[in-house]
């Protein structure tokens, strides 16, 4: 009975975290999409933004997690500050990107 109650909180720890999802500032074919694709790009990049900013703060992930490991919190604010920042920087550089190439006159 205890193995498997053991099992069962080690499972509810692991739901309750933040996934990875960190992505790279540039990646290959960056500078060859044009400005459909470019647009579609960030327009992808600001719901995967929205979806990643809404696992930070007072979650029912973290509610219960803090009731069982509180320490977990913090590792959780920090992966869903490091991912809110990776999409970021990604979206700013290919915002950039655009302005080069899409909106110069």
Not at 34 to 44: F, V
Not at 48 to 67: H, I, M, P, R, Y
Not at 77 to 104: G, W
Request: aromatic fraction near 10%; charged fraction near 20%; glycine fraction near 6%.
């Amino acid at each position: 009975m205890k193995k498997k109650f053991l099992q069962i909180f080690i499972l509810f720890l692991l739901s309750a975290c933040v996934a990875n999802q960190t992505i790279q500032t540039v990646q290959a074919g960056d500078f060859e999409m044009n400005c459909a694709q470019l647009n579609y790009e960030l327009t992808n990049l600001g719901a995967k933004f929205e979806e990643v900013k809404s696992e930070s703060g007072a979650t029912g992930d973290n509610v219960a997690l803090g009731f069982f490991f509180w320490p977990g919190i913090i590792v959780n604010e920090q992966q869903a500050r490091k991912n809110q920042e990776s999409i970021n920087a990604r979206m700013t550089h290919l915002t950039k990107l655009y302005s080069e190439k899409c909106l110069k006159n």
